[in-house]
């Protein structure tokens, strides 16, 4: 049985560890030594270079994670360590070991992954299931690996003809459907039951109300930019009419989040999208009690109830949504915090609101992504899937 072992001597583990210590504000300090072991000496200095160009925090948690699942692959599949560039024969590799038909599995033993290279990625803590990957993770592993070697100045073969025609083909024989990150929509009517779970005078119920209703309100943002919100990205703005259309509704609070660096933003583009009514009293409520007037937004809330000065993570507040999902008898397993970002753009669909607007305060720059959402939602109330009814 094949191990990954580490490539060099304790001591340099050690001092690699120390490397990555730098990276302490991205790199989850529990996998900082395990990384140490898997990553060579130019691996790091790459995350480092990396990190010191202001790549976003994500990106590199992502690019870290790739680089370590990449490093363990090749020298459980190849007995030696990833090399740059990756020659053509080892991406073809690399795709014949994780997209994979498994009708044929069955009648060829040796199609896909060797057994031993899957063991030995299972025992790394890398691989959890013994099928095909998915597409869109193969993808983002080549287009991380590509990445990687362009920044080591290098040109790589990831556009090579057979490297294409290959994954066309492995996609295409693939029979993985597409799962959402979150199996159900947080519509208006699971907010609703969610906000009534955390109505009480807790700071932990005062701080999830505003998270909850920030992050529906603003355009579902994602967990990401929940946790990384700070109050030097709050601008306040002039009251609204609750109906634009007749001065004489009543003034709503609003202000404005200047959205950073995200997945389809970069930090200099000065988007912002606006908070209106209710949302603006719970964010203001939260911040007044916990006594926050720099830094982080939403923070941890330690055992005693004490407001914490570090962020919370995305994965915390993940967290948070499924456990007032369970807490209002829900389940859990088939929401998650995405299940805000699809449910604005649910909501927006059925209450009749352009997709054009809808786009504006979620910031999706894909009209094919957002429109997905709208679709769906006009299938569920349309005539045709009621036919035999």
Known sequence: MREIRPISSSADVLRRAEALDTLDAVLP????????????????????????????????RA??????????WCRAATANPLPWPAPETLLLKFLAHHLWDP???????????PEDVSIALMQAGLL??????????????????????????????FNAPRVRNAIKLAVRA???PRHRKSAKAITADVLGTLLRGCAGERLADVRDRALLMVAFA?????????????????????????????????????????????????ADDGAFVLLVGRPVAALEDWLARAGINEGAVFRRIDRWGHVERRALTPQAVNLIVKRRILQCGLDP?????????????????????PLPEAMQQSQHRSVQQ??????????????????MV
């Open 29 to 60: 300090f529990d996998r900082r030594e395990f990384l140490a072991e898997i990553l060579s000496d130019d691996d790091v200095e790459t995350l480092r270079h990396l990190a010191r160009e202001g790549i976003g925090e994500n990106s590199m």
């Open 63 to 72: 690019l870290a994670s790739d680089l370590a699942y990449l490093e363990a």
């Open 103 to 113: 009708i044929r599995r069955e009648t060829d033993p040796s199609h896909g992954m």
């Open 128 to 157: 959890r299931a013994t099928g095909p990957h998915s597409p869109s993770t193969v993808r983002r592993r080549l287009s991380s690996w590509s990445t990687l070697t362009q920044w080591r100045g290098l040109q790589g073969r």
């Open 174 to 176: 693939s029979c993985r």
């Open 218 to 266: 603003s355009g579902g943002r994602r967990r990401s930019e929940i946790s990384s919100l700070r109050i030097e990205q709050l601008v306040q703005q002039d009251p609204v009419r609750e109906d634009p259309n007749d001065p004489d509704t009543a003034l709503l609070p609003c202000l404005s989040i200047q959205i950073g660096r995200t997945k389809t933003t970069e």
């Open 333 to 353: 397993r088939e929401f998650s915090a995405h299940g805000l970002r699809a449910g604005f753009l649910t909501e927006a669909a059925r209450r009749g609101i």
């Open 370 to 387: 957002a429109s997905r959402y709208y679709n769906d939602a006009e299938r569920r109330h349309g005539k045709a899937a009621r036919l």
